[in-house]
């Protein structure tokens, strides 16, 4: 891959079981900075496991991880510090219901950067304004709709300024007519230079924003490549029975 | 009424016995109250353990013994009478005369409540969603920061109505004082109908009182829901 440019993650032989079910085996790759790596693949293959061991949410079983030239899988590697660095938006949200949007977005800043109120607040505001939501402030997660409440959470894992957004199936659980505005964010983001790792079903995005397809299947990368080639003249018949299907 | 004004003469008025009843909500009340301060603190502890564990957010050996411990003490509290305990902590745990009974009193309920309590908040802890926990982990919060920020307030909102119904059953629970002498409402209640030979009036008297405070404090649990639910969230 691109050696010359930076390299975020480094994962070398990742391995994941659950009990006796094996779900990722000896995966090796590398993320780069500025790359926005899209994962594909049937439901069950591993790809949100994938994305889940690159924070740490799941502990793997073997393997190592890379992040920035660390080994966050070291047990002495102070991962909460790492995570900040670690943006992740998640399928159903969860924003904290307890409190206004502004909150949820202030919260770890303010508590984790040690940020004060005021510059904080600037900062959750200036993000809201991009996304469209500033009037929603002062609003309860309660009182959105799912395509705001994504939004919120996206650019409440941006006010951490982290170098890597991780994005968990981000529209599967959206109304059709809210997918569009919340992978509009994640356009203009990727435009914006940020390092992104997504799994998602979206196959249309992944052709115009993805840097690189990944076909994740059985536990293994099956097949990685440009969009143009993924989609043109894919290799594995497992990926070309899966496009088949997607398509 | 002429006999009732009588009966009010007798067993409340004459000799002032109206301070039976008058001590014993005094005792009732402060038993009840710092009973139940310890038993939220307490129990708040033994729940952060229980539900630590519980989640398998914690490999340390220290905490799996802690919460083999808090398991015994669950079972044990909640698998014998509050009356027995609350005998055995004056008769046996704190034999020596020179202890307050009031202190045995509160120590010995806040001990039982704590039980209740912390199996409130454990189901309250476990109620929210696994992915709350994990956006707070993901932003970067400890365990201890997530919890403190994010789960716990939750919780108690969750929780909330059923911790004040915890109270009201240890304020009632509170009635057995009278066994070691502690003069309650109840044992207030008890002593004059013992001088006056009459149980009416003292003992309905003393339900009654129960009943006025349970209503009150119902009312609030009430008012409380109603707020929580209308509060955005």
């Known amino acids: 891959m691109q050696d010359n440019s930076m390299v975020l993650f480094d994962i070398q032989d990742l391995c994941k079981s659950f009990g006796e079910l094996k779900v990722l085996e000896h995966i090796s790759t590398r993320i780069c900075q500025g790359e926005v790596v899209v994962i594909v693949g049937p439901s069950g293959s591993g790809k949100s496991t994938f994305l889940r061991s690159l924070n740490l949410l799941e502990e793997p079983t073997g393997g190592k991880i890379l992040f920035e030239g660390r080994d966050i899988t070291d047990p002495k590697c102070d991962i909460n510090r790492h995570r900040q660095k670690i943006g992740m938006v998640f399928q159903h949200f969860h924003l904290f219901p307890h409190k206004t949007i502004l909150e949820n977005m202030t919260l770890a800043p303010m508590k984790l950067l040690k940020k004060s109120k005021q510059e904080a607040e600037a900062k959750a505001m200036q993000l809201l304004e991009r996304v469209g939501l500033e009037e929603k402030a002062n609003a309860y997660p309660s009182q959105l709709s799912g395509g705001q409440k994504q939004r919120i959470a996206i650019v409440r894992s941006l006010c951490m300024d982290p170098d890597v957004m991780l994005f968990d199936e981000p529209t599967s659980a959206l109304d059709p007519e809210m997918v569009g505005e919340v992978l509009n964010v994640m356009s203009d983001l990727a435009r914006g230079g940020m390092t992104m790792v997504i799994v998602t079903h979206e196959m249309g995005f992944a052709k115009e924003v993805g840097t690189r397809i990944m076909f994740i299947d059985e536990g293994h990368i099956k097949e990685e490549n440009t969009p143009k080639e993924f989609f043109a003249n894919p290799v594995n018949p497992r990926l070309k029975e899966f496009l088949s299907k997607v398509l | ?233």
Not at chain 2, 135 to 150: E, K
């Open chain 2, 1 to 233: 009424m002429q006999g009732f004004k009588e009966d009010f003469y007798l067993n409340f008025i004459k000799d002032d016995r109206w301070r039976y009843i008058a001590d014993g909500l005094g005792t009732t009340f402060s038993v009840t109250f710092f009973a139940a301060v310890f038993g939220i603190f307490l129990g708040f502890l033994i729940a952060l353990v229980r539900s630590t564990v519980d989640k398998g957010g914690s490999k340390s050996v220290f905490l799996k013994v802690l919460d083999g411990i808090c398991k015994v003490y669950l079972t044990v509290i909640r698998g014998t009478p509050a009356m027995i305990q609350l005998l055995i902590m004056y008769y046996i745990v704190f034999s020596s005369p020179n202890v307050s009974k009031q202190v045995v009193a509160i120590l010995t309920f806040g001990l039982n409540s704590a039980a209740y309590v912390a199996e409130i908040f454990r189901s309250g802890i476990m109620s929210i969603d696994q992915g709350q926990f994990e956006a707070g982990r993901s932003l970067g919060f400890s365990y201890a920061q997530t919890m403190l920020y994010i789960i716990t307030p939750q919780a108690f909102k969750n929780v909330l109505p059923a911790l004040a119904n915890e109270f009201i059953t240890l304020l009632k629970e509170t009635s057995i004082c009278g066994y070691i002498a502690l003069t309650d409402i109840t044992h207030g209640a008890n002593t004059i109908r013992s001088q006056t030979y009459e149980p009416y009036l003292p003992l309905l008297g003393a339900a009654l009182i129960y009943l006025i405070i349970v209503c009150v404090l119902t009312a609030g649990v009430s008012r409380l829901e109603r707020r929580l639910r209308t509060d955005a969230r």
